[in-house]
C-alpha cells in the first residue's frame, strides 16, 4: 500500500507564475488535509477537503489560493502569482476516518516550492 | 492568541540515556495532542496520540504524558539511539472530527554514540 504521494518533490517558479500542487491520498483514505512549513517554523494547516467538497478553507490566504479534490485524480493546491513568500514545503496527508475512532494522519514528503 | 511551545534548542544527548522533550501550550484547549517525527527533507511521521483524559500513554521505547492544568504534554524515549536523531513535533486537535492540527516548532533531538 503506497503512501501519500506528492509531485513534484522540488518546484521552481518565477515571480507570478502559477504552482500546481499534487497530492495522492493513501488507498481509501477520502480526507485530505494540506499544510505549510516556512523555514523555521511549524507546520500551518490550509485546507480540509473531502472528495469534490472543501469542508474548512480557514488557514488558506483568500487571495491566489485554491485546492480541490476531485471525484477522480489527485488533490491539486494551486497558487496563482506566486510571489517569494510563497516559498515554502508545502505537505498533504490524508485520513481515513470512521465515526467511532479517531484516525491518524499520514503525510506525505512534501512539495519544496522555490520562488525566484 | 494560541501558541504552542517547544525548546528551539537542540538537544544532545548519549545513547542509552532516556530523551525528554517539552510540549507547553497557551490559550488552547486540546482534546488530542500528538507527537511527530520529521527526518531532513521528509514529512511529518506519526508516534502517538494521547487524549486530554488520559495521562499516559506508551509505545515500546515512547512514553507521552498530558497534563492539561499545567498545559504541558513530556515526550520520553528511553534508552535512545543514534536513529532517533530527529525533529519531534508536538500537535494539537481540538477534537473538531477533523486533523485540523497546530504544530510547535519541533525540537531537535541528536543522539550520540
Known amino acids: 500500500n503506497a503512501g501519500v504521494m506528492q509531485n513534484p518533490r522540488h518546484l521552481v517558479r518565477r515571480r507570478g507564475q502559477e504552482a500546481r500542487l499534487r497530492c495522492s491520498p493513501m488507498?481509501?483514505?477520502?480526507?485530505v488535509y494540506w499544510y505549510r512549513q516556512l523555514p523555521e517554523e511549524g507546520l500551518k494547516f490550509m485546507v480540509y477537503l473531502q472528495k469534490e467538497n472543501i469542508i474548512d478553507e480557514s488557514g488558506m490566504p483568500k487571495e491566489r489560493f485554491s485546492a480541490e479534490f476531485p471525484k477522480e485524480g489527485p488533490s491539486i493546491l494551486r497558487i496563482q502569482q506566486v510571489v517569494r513568500g510563497d516559498s515554502a514545503a508545502y505537505f498533504c496527508?490524508?485520513?481515513?476516518?470512521?465515526?467511532?475512532?479517531?484516525?491518524?494522519?499520514?503525510f506525505g514528503q512534501g512539495t519544496r516550492l522555490t520562488v525566484v | 492568541s494560541q501558541k504552542i511551545e517547544q525548546n528551539s534548542e537542540a538537544l544532545n544527548i548519549q545513547e542509552g540515556k532516556t530523551a525528554t522533550l517539552t510540549c507547553n501550550y497557551t490559550?488552547?484547549?486540546?482534546?488530542?495532542l500528538q507527537w511527530y517525527r520529521q527526518d531532513p527533507g521528509r514529512g511529518p511521521v506519526f508516534l502517538l496520540l494521547i487524549r486530554e483524559n488520559e495521562k499516559e500513554k506508551r509505545k515500546k521505547r515512547l512514553k507521552v504524558t498530558f497534563d492539561t492544568t499545567l498545559k504541558q504534554s513530556l515526550f520520553h524515549i528511553t534508552a535512545s539511539q543514534p536513529a532517533d536523531s530527529a525533529t519531534y513535533l508536538c500537535a494539537l486537535d481540538r477534537g473538531t472530527g477533523f486533523q485540523k492540527l497546530v504544530f510547535g516548532t519541533g525540537t531537535r533531538l541528536l543522539v550520540s554514540p
Open positions: 490559550n488552547y484547549s486540546p482534546a488530542y
Open positions: 496527508a490524508s485520513s481515513l476516518r470512521t465515526a467511532a475512532e479517531y484516525a491518524e494522519a499520514f
Open positions: 488507498k481509501g483514505h477520502s480526507h
